[in-house]
């Protein structure tokens, strides 16, 4: 048909999930005569053409029909633009170790079945039961008590303990096959009562983990699709892992070649879970990632002076802070993908790390002391060594005693959003401890905020071996929040981090249960 037959042409664009072109269908009327009275009837005769994305739609029995197939069924609809980047690869490696996991469960599991008794015909069926109750309590108290205890740092610290669970797996699956090698009694009672708690401890830190992982993995409200497509993904492959294990439980029966077979697969597993916690990065700031991201930032900043920050006030002209240079000037804060490259799996609790990047020298990371955030008001009048542990009660009331200047902590944030004091751990120690006391008004930016004034305050203070004292800090204190306020400048290392793709809505920096302050200040 010539092109000149042809007129009246509509596009229509047909989109999936994620708005992402699927095909194209391009309808033309044509000006063909109808051939009979019935076709006369219908009207107009149209033409429509069917443009696929690849260049030649595949034919229904071809090996791209059945990856098609595979991915409708596997991952999410709208794969890959319905999820993150990442997700393809931790989903790799979180299925290899599944499967391994799959298969050192089978060997575990036959040694617990020998442990209670399996094939000895001197064994009761009611001690097993009883053995199993004993277990499965002692796992059910374990698990009120550990998501008691972690339960709010679950999801700011979710790559630790999706790799801390499994850790708490392999280490129950040890204690399973050790367990027909311990005398029957309260020693082997003692063992998979052991088991029992970690397998426990496992279920709590890894569903957890993995449900905080969904939701960064998910994009555009498909969170319950995200984790019911994991669901089908850890099916199959556990399918597949009790397949090729039955085969290896038949075969490896020996002492020696279970033992090796176990701890190979354990190995094999961790690593794997390494891998996939390594390939996640996270778009929140959690403490750890708020070190690396701030510290590199304030670093770069070439309006920071930490020296002439950790000054007194006589020679306060000496570098005046009026005269800062234009944050344009530094280079862009790290990307999610680069810190996920630096930051560890295993951090300690609160600390405060700067991250030292200049171009001559490999990164460093200074230990500048600890920070607890969003601590109760009790607690942070505690922080100065000087302070009384004791209170005189009076009824239900009581009175504590502490040399944290209040009065002066409360003039200086009085615009802000939380309070923040320092104090040395030690006498000619140059590590500090700070508290960060959170007012009912902070959101999730005010703490960001506070995080970086404890991490530029701790900085300046580490530089300063002076001993004067309250004096100092408190000058410190305010010369480096003024610097953080003057021009907006904490404001715009906010915008560039959300234009280098973090999420700074999101708070991810407590660990432990929040507290908040209602200030009231009487004259």
């Known amino acids: 048909m010539a092109i000149s037959d042809l007129r009246n042409t509509i596009t229509f664009t047909e989109v999936d999930d994620t708005n992402n072109p699927t095909a ?3 309808y033309s009327e044509t000006q063909e005569q109808p051939n009979s009275p019935h076709e006369k009837s219908l009207g107009k005769r149209g033409r429509v053409d069917v443009m696929h994305p690849s260049s030649t739609p595949p034919s229904p029995w071809s090996p791209m029909t059945f990856v098609n197939l595979l991915v409708d069924v596997f991952l999410p609809s709208g794969y890959p633009h319905s999820v993150t980047d990442d997700y393809l690869p931790y989903q790799i490696f979180d299925s290899l170790q599944a499967f391994c996991s799959s298969i050192a469960g089978l060997l ?7 442990g209670v008794g399996v094939g000895n015909a001197d064994a009761s069926p009611t001690s097993a039961l009883l053995l199993h109750i004993l277990q499965d309590s002692s796992g059910r108290i374990a698990t009120i008590l550990f998501a008691h205890r972690v339960g709010t740092a679950l999801e ?10 499994d850790v708490f797996n392999d280490v129950a699956m040890v204690l399973d096959c050790l367990s027909p090698m311990i005398p029957a009694g309260v020693g082997r009672i003692g063992v998979l009562s052991a088991a029992g708690v970690l397998r426990a401890l496992c279920g709590v830190a890894g569903g957890s983990s993995k449900a905080s992982l969904s939701a960064h993995f998910a994009r555009g409200g498909n969170l319950a699709e995200v984790n019911a497509k994991d669901s089908s993904q850890e099916t199959i492959i556990s399918l597949i892992g009790m397949l090729v294990g039955s085969f290896v439980v038949s075969r490896v029966t020996s002492f020696a070649a279970t033992w090796a077979g176990l701890l190979l697969l354990l190995s094999v597993h961790l690593g794997m879970n390494y891998a996939a916690v390594r390939a996640v990065q996270m778009t929140s700031l959690n403490r750890q990632r708020a070190n690396i991201v701030f510290s ?20 306060d002209h000496a570098t005046p802070l009026s005269r800062q240079p234009s944050l344009s000037t530094s ?3 790290p990307t ?18 700067w991250t030292s990047t200049s171009t001559s020298a490999p990164t460093k990371c200074l230990v500048l002391g600890s920070c607890q955030i969003g601590i109760s008001l009790d607690r942070f009048l505690r922080l100065s060594s000087t302070s009384t542990s004791t209170s005189t009660r009076m009824g239900p009331s009581a009175s504590l005693k502490t040399t944290v200047p209040m009065p002066e902590l409360s003039t200086h944030f009085a615009k802000e959003d939380y309070l923040l004091f320092l104090v040395r751990r030690g006498a000619h120690a140059r590590a ?3 508290g960060l006391l959170l007012k009912n008004s902070c959101s999730a930016r005010s703490q960001l905020k506070a995080w970086t004034h404890a991490l530029l305050a701790a900085r300046v203070l580490y530089l300063s071996m002076s001993e004067e004292g309250d004096g100092q800090i408190l000058d410190v204190i305010a010369r480096t929040l003024d610097f953080l306020n003057r021009d907006a400048r904490f404001e715009q290392y906010l915008q560039s981090l959300e234009d280098a793709g973090w999420d700074v809505a999101i708070a991810a920096l407590e660990t432990r249960s929040k507290r908040r302050i209602v200030v009231d200040k009487h004259r």
């Open 24 to 26: 194209t269908y391009v």
């Open 108 to 114: 575990s599991s036959r040694a617990v079945l020998q």
């Open 432 to 434: 500090w401890d700070a």
């Open 156 to 165: 700011p610290e979710c790559k630790m303990y999706r790799l801390a669970a």
């Open 336 to 353: 999610p993908a680069a810190v996920s490259k630096q930051e560890k799996i295993f951090e300690s609790d609160g600390i405060l790390k």
């Open 331 to 333: 280079r862009p804060p």
């Open 296 to 315: 590199t930032m304030l670093e770069a900043d070439p309006a920071l002076d930490l020296h002439s920050l950790g000054l007194s006030r006589e020679t």
